[in-house]
């Protein structure tokens, strides 16, 4: 039995018939096909598939397509501002952040979310906040860095407004 | 010499742009048309005999297109010694092999499938540690093994179970011993871990209506795994492609044939349809490959004045099911396993043993991280019973330039020395800045390393200028995420004198690509950056005489920058590459550079006495440092902060020298404190999710300090040696030898857990 659904991705409404038990991971990749949205374990141990639901990040293995009626969803494709790489997604390339670049999306997400929340993270609110998503290439410390660079871009940014 | 444009400048990496913005495809991601979805059945029992298979459930199921099992694949692989069946041949090894395998319409319906196929077992008598399974009298788990086709360097034995003996023999150990004025004896042990890229392991394939076989699949060896495909199916290997799409890291795990081989059989079976099979993490924890858990035994005998002279080393690797690429860390793991140090009298024995665990097989380091935590532990307990400090006690015995090592080489461009001083002064050894908190005691250790590179080796590349003076890069090095593709293009841009930006690298693919030996062993810099930068310089001598004719001045007067030939003497009498090839060759005119390389004086060790006198292409040297605090109560240990001095030769790109050793710290860091896979008393994994398997996580690192160190190599492209692997060598033994020196308690068994400690605590206060 499939169900009807109206999302919001990316800032376009979208309106799909799908299983209900589809993984809104499964639903993004491979019926929608953005594949920038990584698998890296579907048991919600990693955080490789993190995007935002309604401005929280949110494991999309863990989450039912029958529950996303009305639901606004953000993905890695929709970070960018315009044809411009986002602060974090800039701090980013220029740190080092990413190296396989599997974790990267989710990462970003997850860094997203924080920095929606809280401009100027400590070091250690950075590390609490992506201590659920892993990287295996890093080690962590230009991710960290780049958090840290895109903090202080974003808080510019709102000072010159 | 001129100033270099490029090379050694800390450039952002080329792939970057696309990695953030999720546009990189790796082989997980990949969808082809009319493609069928494939799942495996996995063995439930760790050593037993399939007594019969019923697949007749699974062929009805709706939806399916294929179920096979080892009679309609019956093909048998391996790089040096061909042990491991595609799908298991009438009994099984581990608990995880592949039995039968289902190409459905989707994966939903292969796994329901698969869920159908009933298997009747008759138990056999398993190991699951190498020292019982190599015992006099234990039943062989490969009983044709005497018959299984091997390469010429493999060493048998009479002991059972054992896949290669590895041999070093110099000088007269028990005399060395006998003149010694201190003997020690240790035991330690290493248990297997999992590589754990993020990305789990995945392979598409296909069978054409000429019998060609194409397979995608992010692997570190393309041209190798066509040569063990190629050999396995009986195919030349030009019928047989691979394609790489980008991997979500591998660290030695996506090499040779594992979920290729279940594509490869559903794919003769699908009628020329595309077969994917993704393992999911579970899967990709067993039924792929895991580190080498090792049990290493070191006897050494120092004469009072802590000169080294005789060291006995034994160490059992433990191979798992099948050989994978047991016999190769075994021989080059354990070769430099008694440390980077002057010993007259060396006695090494490796012994690479089949259990039945999970495979293992390549992982970073390659039997070097195993060798370094007995050895470097071993050199400071050494140190404590000679009454000395243990870098005065290195600083006697490190190799120098100029040494003649215990396998007969000689060596020079020896970094090492600067390493030990650097990473020592860094984390302050010898000063005690701060007393230790209530409850927690304050220790710092460090630990070096040396480690070769798989030699001789062969990389090809080919550089493509065209008429818009844009370079393209033809080269077999897989990006794995260390950042290859930047630094060869920092080399091609260097050669040409063209911005980094107008470089590219070609997609890799066996059809089009030159050979290349493999992404492994920290070889491509070395390697790879020499055959590019021949093919770019091979490249400007044409286009240096394409412009001197234009330019109306000899070549050399000509000087390449900017995109641009210009006169050395005046600047302004310049023309573009782009140009040149135009005005020479027409608007489509391109001009080809072609380069390779080979380190020629490199020779394998000898099988008997595991000597050679070039062993290696070039050493990778390293000291890292550590400073914990043992919480007495838990036992837990906190890391205050890690320093890690790396000599790379020349760093073609700091920053991303930088970022492989912090990255090989932090997977060091949860090979010292956290990881190991826990197989139990049956042959099963315990462990094999996130959830369950400790992965080092953003609040696991502390403070890490890296040191670049450049002691050139003259062979390597501007001097540069390796670095993808040392990174995690030597940091457990140097954690090991910061909590020993914080507790004044050895403890041999990895990994470091608070339970461990703990008891190590009460045992050593009872």
Same mark, same amino acid.
């Given at each position: 039995?499939?169900?009807?659904?109206?999302?919001?991705?990316?800032?376009?409404?979208?309106?799909?018939?799908?299983?209900?038990?589809?993984?809104?991971?499964?639903?993004?990749?491979?019926?929608?096909?953005? !594949?920038?949205?990584?698998?890296?374990?579907?048991?919600?141990?990693?955080?490789?598939?993190?995007?935002?639901?309604?401005?929280?990040?949110?494991?999309?293995?863990?989450?039912?397509?029958?529950?996303?009626?009305?639901?606004?969803?953000? !993905?890695? @494709?929709?970070?960018?501002?315009?044809?411009?790489?986002?602060?974090?997604?800039?701090?980013?390339?220029? @740190?080092?952040?990413?190296?396989?670049?599997?974790?990267?999306?989710?990462?970003?997400?997850?860094?997203?979310?924080?920095?929606? @929340?809280?401009?100027?993270?400590?070091?250690?609110?950075?590390?609490?906040?992506?201590?659920?998503?892993?990287?295996?290439? !890093?080690?962590?410390?230009?991710?960290?860095?780049?958090?840290?660079?895109?903090?202080?871009?974003?808080?510019?940014?709102?000072?010159?407004? | 010499?001129?100033?270099?444009?490029?090379?050694?400048?800390?450039?952002?990496?080329?792939?970057?742009?696309?990695?953030?913005?999720?546009?990189?495809?790796?082989?997980?991601?990949?969808?082809?048309?009319?493609?069928?979805?494939?799942?495996?059945? $996995?063995?439930?029992?760790?050593?037993?005999?399939?007594?019969?298979?019923?697949?007749?459930?699974?062929?009805?199921?709706?939806?399916?297109?294929?179920?096979?099992?080892?009679?309609?694949?019956?093909?048998?692989?391996?790089?040096?010694?061909?042990?491991?069946?595609?799908?298991?041949?009438?009994?099984?090894?581990? &608990?995880?092999?592949?039995?039968?395998?289902?190409?459905?319409?989707?994966?939903?319906?292969?796994?329901?499938?698969?869920?159908?196929?009933?298997?009747?077992?008759?138990?056999?008598?398993?190991?699951?540690?190498?020292?019982?399974?190599?015992?006099?009298?234990?039943?062989?788990?490969?009983?044709?093994?005497?018959?299984?086709?091997?390469?010429?360097?493999?060493?048998?034995?009479?002991?059972?179970?054992?896949?290669?003996?590895?041999?070093?023999?110099?000088?007269? &150990?028990?005399?060395?011993?006998?003149?010694?004025?201190?003997?020690?004896?240790?035991?330690?042990? &290493?248990?297997?871990?999992?590589?754990?890229?993020?990305?789990?392991?995945?392979?598409?394939?296909?069978?054409?209506?000429?019998?060609?076989?194409?397979?995608?699949?992010?692997?570190?060896?393309?041209?190798?795994?066509?040569?063990?495909?190629?050999?396995?199916?009986?195919?030349?290997?030009?019928?047989?492609?691979?394609?790489?799409?980008?991997?979500?890291?591998?660290?030695?795990?996506?090499?040779?044939?594992?979920?290729?081989?279940?594509?490869?059989?559903?794919?003769?079976?699908?009628?020329?349809?595309?077969?994917?099979?993704?393992?999911?993490?579970?899967?990709?924890?067993?039924?792929?490959?895991?580190?080498?858990?090792?049990?290493?035994?070191?006897?050494?005998?120092?004469?009072?004045?802590?000169?080294?002279?005789?060291?006995?080393?034994?160490?059992?690797?433990?191979?798992?099911?099948?050989?994978?690429?047991?016999?190769?860390?075994?021989?080059?793991?354990?070769?430099?396993?008694?440390?980077?140090?002057?010993?007259?009298?060396?006695?090494?024995?490796?012994?690479?043993?089949?259990?039945?665990?999970?495979?293992?097989?390549? $992982?970073?380091?390659?039997?070097?991280?195993?060798?370094?935590?007995?050895?470097?532990?071993?050199?400071?307990?050494?140190?404590?019973?000679?009454?000395?400090?243990?870098?005065?006690?290195?600083?006697?015995?490190?190799?120098?330039?100029?040494?003649?090592?215990?396998?007969?080489?000689?060596?020079?461009?020896?970094?090492?020395?600067?390493?030990?001083?650097?990473?020592?002064?860094?984390?302050?050894?010898?000063?005690?800045?701060?007393?230790?908190?209530?409850?927690?005691?304050?220790?710092?250790? $460090?630990?070096?390393?040396?480690?070769?590179?798989?030699?001789?080796?062969?990389?090809?590349?080919?550089?493509?200028?065209? /008429?818009?003076?844009?370079?393209?890069?033809?080269?077999?090095?897989?990006?794995?995420?260390?950042?290859?593709?930047?630094?060869?293009?920092?080399?091609?841009?260097?050669?040409?004198?063209?911005?980094?930006?107008?470089?590219?690298?070609?997609?890799?693919?066996?059809?089009?690509?030159?050979?290349?030996?493999?992404?492994?062993?920290?070889?491509?810099?070395?390697?790879?950056?020499?055959?590019?930068?021949?093919?770019?310089?091979?490249?400007?001598?044409?286009?240096?005489?394409?412009?001197?004719?234009?330019?109306?001045?000899?070549?050399?007067?000509?000087? $390449?920058?900017?995109?641009?030939?210009?006169?050395?003497?005046?600047?302004?009498?310049?023309?573009? #590459?782009?140009?040149?090839?135009?005005?020479?060759?027409?608007?489509?005119?391109?001009?080809?550079?072609?380069?390779?390389?080979?380190?020629?004086?490199?020779?394998?060790?000898?099988?008997?006495?595991?000597?050679?006198?070039?062993?290696?292409?070039?050493?990778?040297?390293?000291?890292?440092?550590?400073?914990?605090?043992?919480?007495?109560?838990?036992?837990?240990?906190?890391?205050?902060?890690?320093?890690?001095?790396?000599?790379?030769?020349?760093?073609?790109?700091?920053?991303?020298?930088?970022?492989?050793?912090?990255?090989?710290?932090?997977?060091?860091? /949860?090979?010292?404190?956290?990881?190991?896979?826990?197989?139990?008393?049956?042959?099963?994994?315990?462990?094999?999710?996130?959830?369950?398997?400790?992965?080092?996580?953003? #609040?696991?690192?502390?403070?890490?300090?890296?040191?670049?160190?450049?002691?050139?190599?003259?062979?390597?492209?501007?001097?540069?040696?390796?670095?993808?692997?040392?990174?995690?060598?030597?940091?457990?033994?140097?954690?090991?030898?910061?909590?020993?020196?914080?507790?004044?308690?050895?403890?041999?068994?990895?990994?470091?857990?608070?339970?461990?400690?703990?008891?190590?605590?009460?045992?050593?206060?009872?």
């Amino acid at each position: 039995m499939n169900t009807r659904i109206q999302i919001r991705l990316n800032g376009k409404i979208l309106t799909l018939t799908v299983p209900p038990f589809r993984l809104l991971l499964d639903l993004l990749r491979d019926e929608i096909g953005l !594949t920038g949205t990584k698998e890296g374990c579907g048991t919600g141990d990693c955080g490789a598939c993190t995007v935002l639901l309604n401005g929280k990040p949110v494991n999309s293995c863990l989450v039912l397509s029958g529950e996303l009626d009305g639901a606004d969803i953000v !993905t890695i @494709e929709g970070l960018k501002i315009g044809p411009h790489l986002h602060p974090v997604q800039q701090a980013f390339v220029q @740190e080092g952040g990413a190296q396989c670049g599997y974790c990267t999306p989710g990462m970003l997400m997850m860094t997203k979310s924080l920095l929606d @929340e809280n401009q100027n993270p400590t070091e250690e609110e950075i590390r609490f906040a992506l201590s659920g998503n892993l990287c295996r290439c !890093t080690g962590y410390a230009k991710i960290i860095q780049a958090v840290q660079i895109a903090a202080a871009e974003l808080r510019k940014d709102e000072a010159g407004k | 010499m001129e100033e270099l444009a490029v090379v050694g400048k800390s450039v952002t990496r080329i792939d970057a742009e696309e990695k953030v913005t999720g546009q990189t495809v790796y082989g997980y991601d990949l969808v082809l048309p009319g493609m069928l979805y494939g799942k495996a059945l $996995f063995s439930t029992r760790p050593h037993a005999i399939i007594k019969r298979i019923n697949t007749e459930k699974a062929k009805n199921y709706p939806g399916v297109h294929a179920v096979i099992t080892g009679a309609d694949a019956p093909w048998i692989h391996g790089e040096t010694i061909k042990d491991t069946p595609f799908l298991a041949q009438g009994k099984v090894r581990y &608990v995880g092999e592949p039995i039968a395998a289902v190409a459905a319409v989707d994966e939903d319906t292969a796994q329901a499938a698969v869920a159908l196929i009933e298997v009747e077992y008759e138990d056999l008598p398993a190991y699951f540690s190498p020292e019982e399974a190599s015992k006099p009298g234990a039943r062989a788990i490969h009983e044709d093994y005497p018959k299984y086709h091997k390469a010429d360097f493999i060493v048998t034995s009479p002991l059972p179970n054992v896949c290669e003996h590895f041999k070093l023999r110099t000088g007269d &150990v028990e005399q060395g011993l006998r003149k010694s004025d201190l003997v020690l004896e240790q035991r330690y042990r &290493v248990p297997a871990i999992q590589h754990a890229a993020m990305e789990p392991h995945s392979a598409h394939a296909m069978v054409d209506d000429s019998g060609k076989l194409t397979v995608w699949v992010p692997n570190d060896a393309p041209f190798r795994v066509r040569t063990e495909t190629a050999e396995a199916l009986g195919l030349p290997p030009e019928k047989i492609r691979y394609i790489n799409p980008y991997q979500g890291g591998g660290f030695g795990s996506k090499g040779g044939l594992k979920v290729e081989r279940i594509a490869i059989a559903l794919a003769y079976h699908t009628k020329g349809r595309p077969v994917r099979v993704k393992f999911n993490r579970q899967e990709t924890f067993v039924s792929t490959s895991t580190r080498h858990g090792a049990i290493v035994r070191i006897k050494s005998g120092v004469k009072s004045d802590g000169t080294l002279v005789a060291r006995e080393i034994t160490i059992y690797w433990d191979a798992g099911a099948y050989s994978e690429k047991s016999a190769t860390v075994c021989i080059r793991g354990s070769l430099p396993s008694p440390g980077p140090y002057r010993i007259p009298h060396v006695k090494v024995d490796g012994y690479a043993v089949y259990t039945n665990k999970p495979v293992a097989g390549a $992982f970073r380091g390659y039997g070097i991280p195993q060798a370094a935590w007995a050895c470097e532990q071993h050199m400071d307990d050494l140190a404590k019973r000679l009454h000395m400090d243990p870098l005065e006690f290195r600083l006697k015995n490190i190799f120098v330039d100029g040494d003649i090592t215990y396998w007969g080489e000689e060596l020079h461009n020896v970094g090492l020395k600067e390493t030990l001083l650097r990473a020592t002064e860094a984390i302050g050894w010898g000063k005690t800045e701060k007393l230790d908190p209530k409850g927690f005691k304050i220790g710092k250790g $460090f630990a070096c390393i040396s480690k070769p590179t798989r030699t001789p080796t062969t990389s090809n590349a080919s550089v493509l200028v065209d /008429g818009q003076g844009k370079v393209t890069i033809l080269a077999g090095t897989v990006e794995i995420g260390q950042g290859c593709s930047t630094m060869l293009s920092q080399v091609a841009a260097e050669e040409l004198g063209v911005p980094i930006e107008n470089t590219r690298m070609h997609p890799l693919d066996t059809d089009v690509i030159p050979f290349d030996s493999s992404t492994t062993s920290s070889r491509s810099t070395f390697h790879m950056g020499n055959a590019v930068r021949h093919a770019a310089i091979h490249a400007r001598e044409q286009l240096a005489q394409m412009a001197s004719g234009i330019l109306q001045a000899p070549e050399e007067h000509l000087r $390449f920058s900017d995109g641009k030939v210009f006169l050395k003497k005046d600047p302004h009498h310049a023309i573009t #590459l782009g140009e040149v090839i135009r005005t020479q060759l027409g608007p489509d005119g391109v001009v080809r550079g072609n380069g390779s390389y080979t380190y020629e004086l490199g020779k394998d060790v000898d099988p008997q006495t595991g000597h050679s006198d070039h062993a290696s292409a070039f050493y990778m040297y390293a000291t890292q440092a550590a400073e914990v605090a043992v919480d007495e109560e838990t036992g837990r240990v906190r890391l205050l902060r890690v320093v890690a001095a790396h000599d790379v030769g020349k760093a073609i790109n700091p920053l991303n020298c930088v970022a492989q050793v912090e990255g090989g710290l932090a997977m060091g860091i /949860g090979a010292a404190l956290h990881e190991e896979l826990v197989v139990d008393n049956q042959g099963r994994v315990r462990n094999p999710s996130f959830l369950d398997y400790h992965l080092v996580t953003s #609040l696991d690192v502390p403070e890490m300090k890296t040191i670049i160190v450049e002691c050139p190599a003259p062979d390597g492209p501007y001097g540069a040696k390796g670095l993808g692997e040392p990174g995690l060598a030597p940091t457990p033994a140097a954690i090991g030898n910061a909590v020993a020196n914080a507790l004044g308690i050895r403890i041999y068994d990895l990994p470091l857990t608070p339970e461990r400690v703990y008891w190590a605590i009460q045992a050593a206060t009872d």
